[in-house]
C-alpha cells in the first residue's frame, strides 16, 4: 500500500516525474508517484531521441546514467538538407566541444523505472481520477482510486509532471494562468525499424515535398518521420509508402544507402508550441511537457523537462534542509527564461524547414536561401549549433 502522506506527491511517471522522484530520493526526500497508465503502455510510447548535456549530467546525478554511457551514441554534427545537397553543421567544434547523445527516451525512462523498483519506492501505476486539492494551502492533498478504492495522500508539495493533457495544470485556477498557443497545419508521422540508419549523424530535410527527419535509436535502429497533412490516417500510410516518400524527399547518396525494412511502431504526432505562465501555483508546481510543449524539430521537449526537474528538484532539497523558500519562489521565472528560449528555436527551426499549405513556392525558395545563408556564414552555423546543444544554463540567469 501507498503511504497516506509523503513530502513530495508526484502526478506522472514519464520522464519529468521518474527524475524527479530519483533526485529527491538521493536527497533523502520522500516521495509518491502517481501514474493514470501501466508501466508498459509508458515504455511503449516512442519520442525523444536526442539528450542534451544537460539531461544527460541529471541522469548521472540520479545515479543511473551507466547504461546510458555503454549505449548512447555520442554526436558532434547534424546535417541540413535542402536544395538536394546535404551541408553539415559541426555542433562540436562550433560549440567548444559540446555534443549531443541519441538515447531513447525508452531507456532513459527504463533505466529511471528500474531504479526505482530497485530502490523499493513507491509508485501507483493506474492510479485513476487523479485530484489536485489544498494546493493553496501548506497542507496539500491528491486522492486518487485504484484496486477499487479512493485514496488520499496529505503532502507538503504536488510536483504536476502528468504532460500536456494532465490534471494539473487543468486543475490551476483560471485567473491565475496565462497559455500561450500555436498549433502548426500538420504532424509528423514516425517510423521505427530495425535496419541501419541512412547516415551516422542526424539528417534534417527541407523538401518541396515536405520535412523529412533521419534519426536513429543504435548502430542497428533508425527511427524517421516525414511531414504529414493532419488529415492522414496511419492506416492508409503502409511500410512500402511511407519508404517510398522518404526516398523522394533525400538525396541521390540518401537513396542509395537507406536499408527499409518492416515498422516496429508507426505513429502521427501533432505539432505544437505551447507555454503556460506561472509554472507555480502554491504548493503546486508544473514540471516538463504539463507546462510547455516545443515541435519535436528541435529535439528540445526532453531536454527543457530535465532543465526544470533540476531546478524543482534543487528548489525542494533546499527548502526541507535550510526552510528557505528562495528556490521555489524562483522556479518559475527560472525555468521560464530558458523555456522561452528553446520555443523559440524551436518555432523558428520549424517555420525554417516546413512546407505550409498556405505558402506558395515563392516561400519554399526564401527558406533554402535563408539556409543557404545559415550554412555558409560562421555565423548562421554558430547559431544553429549553440542553440540545438543546448544553451549554457547560466545563459538566462
Ligand atoms: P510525458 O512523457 O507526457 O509524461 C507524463 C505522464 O503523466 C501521465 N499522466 C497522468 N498520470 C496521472 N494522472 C493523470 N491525470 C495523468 N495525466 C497524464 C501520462 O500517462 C504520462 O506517463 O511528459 P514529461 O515526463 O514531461 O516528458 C516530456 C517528454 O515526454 C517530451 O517533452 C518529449 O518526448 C518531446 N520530444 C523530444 N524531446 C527531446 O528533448 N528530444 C527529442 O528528440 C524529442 N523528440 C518528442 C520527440 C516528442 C514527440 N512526440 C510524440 C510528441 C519526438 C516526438 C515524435
Ligand atoms: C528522434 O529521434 O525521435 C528525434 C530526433 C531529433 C528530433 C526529433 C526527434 O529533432
Redesign the pocket.
Known sequence: MPPTKTQVAI????????LLGQLLHKAGIDNVI????SGD??LS????????QV?IDLMDEAGVGARMHKEGLVHGGIELLFGGRRHRVDLNGLTGGKNVMVYG?TELTRDLMEARRAAGLPIVYE?QH?SVHDFDTRTPRVR?EHGGATHEIACDFIAG???????CRASAPRGAITEYEKVYPFG?L?LLSDTPPVCDELVYVNSPRGFALC?QRSRTRSRY?LQVPLTDKIEAWTDAAFWQELKLRLDDAGRAKLVTGPSIEK?I?PLRSFVTEPLRFGRMFL????GH??P?TG???????ATDVKYLSGAFVEYFRTGSENGIDNYSARCLRRIWKAERFSWWFTMLMHRFPEDGPIVGRFQEAELDYLVHSEAGRRTIAENYVGLPLDFAE
Open positions: 502526478v506522472g511517471a514519464g520522464p519529468s516525474g521518474l502517481l501514474e493514470q497508465r503502455y509508458v510510447r516512442i519520442r525523444a531521441g536526442v539528450l542534451e539531461c527516451q492510479a487523479v486518487y509532471c502528468d504532460g500536456f493533457h494532465g490534471v509528423w514516425g534519426s518521420y505513429s504526432a514540471a516538463g511537457d504539463a510543449i516545443v519535436p529535439a528540445k521537449g526532453l531536454n527543457l523537462a
